[in-house]
């Protein structure tokens, strides 16, 4: 009896594990929670995913195409900004000099950003569709060495000739398509696509949005604050300042870890000690040249 009912038992956990992977693997499963299960090590829950998704879409991050313009725009303009406060607080300017300064750098800095950020991207690409073009031109001229050249590259990331000869012929039959490979195997250089013009501009307004909205968050401090409190000090502002975008540091820190290996904790940490470092510069700075022109 004792035995039949053990045999139950392990009959009945043996038939709930089977459900519990055929629901993972028939459950929709988005790329974002396919990342997810890397992390916890969920290996049939990973297994579900790669069955069951539809190849047809990217599986890369999509927030993370935009995250180089974001952070450095972002870092950039509050950087900018609270360097212009630090350098004049240690400067004794006035809370006005402060705002004229700081504002008209702001957008005008956010705006040379932008231009530069689409201008640098939409030229790279440029350059890399004219590489692919030479290449491509080698591989109509001269099919034989470009196989070559490939098979060579193969080999000496371990695969025997015998491989890579199959896989680099193989290959070379769809000539587009072994193009792409080629510059990326050969020349370390992704094939942008057709719409890259498109994504240049939007790179670019990424980065004048982002550039301007974090840069103004240190100067808000002095628009708000003496609206409602006239009588507080240049110091107090400062300080206010400094609070503001210290927490600002952080959190962006922390957010960029989402998008690469780091810890959270320690990524706005990082970002927050590289900050308050260029902040003391400036400050210093400020007031060295206060000092000699007394």
Not at 147 to 165: F, L, N, P, Q, T
Not at 222 to 235: A, G, R
Not at 272 to 291: H, S
Request: charge should be negative; charged fraction near 20%; proline fraction near 3%.
């Amino acid at each position: 009896m004792t035995s039949h009912q053990s045999n139950g038992t392990s009959n009945g956990d043996v038939e709930a594990q089977v459900n519990e992977k055929s629901n993972l693997l028939s459950s929709p499963v988005k790329p974002e929670d396919a990342r997810l299960m890397y992390l916890e090590k969920n290996e049939a829950a990973s297994r579900g995913f790669h069955e069951n998704r539809d190849f047809t879409e990217e599986p890369h991050q999509k927030g993370g195409d935009f995250l180089k313009a974001v952070i450095f725009g972002g870092l950039d303009g509050i950087l900018t900004s609270f360097a212009i406060v630090a350098g004049a607080t240690g400067g004794s300017l006035s809370n006005n000099v402060v705002l004229i300064l700081g504002f008209s750098n702001i957008f005008a800095d956010a705006l040379s950003m932008g231009v530069g950020e689409f201008l640098s991207s939409k030229a790279h690409n440029e350059w890399v569709l004219k590489e692919r073009s030479r290449e491509k031109w080698e591989m109509d001229n001269y099919p034989e060495g470009e196989i070559k050249e490939m098979v060579e590259i193969y080999v000496s990331k371990g695969m025997s000739i015998k491989d890579a000869e199959l896989v680099i012929n193989t290959m070379a039959k769809y000539k587009e398509f072994f193009v792409d490979v080629m510059m990326v195997e050969e020349l370390s250089l992704q094939v942008p696509e057709e719409d890259y013009k498109i994504e240049a501009m939007k790179e670019g307004f990424v980065m004048f949005l982002s550039f301007a909205f974090f840069g103004a968050l240190p100067l808000l401090g002095y628009v708000i604050i003496p609206m409602n409190f006239p009588s507080m000090s240049s110091q107090h502002l400062f300080i206010f300042a400094c609070i503001i975008t210290g927490f600002v540091l952080f959190i962006m820190g922390s957010v960029k870890s989402f998008f690469s290996a780091s810890n959270w904790f320690t990524s706005g940490a990082e970002t927050l000690l590289l900050g308050g470092t260029c902040a003391t510069v400036a400050y210093l700075i400020g007031q060295w040249v206060d000092t000699l022109s007394q």
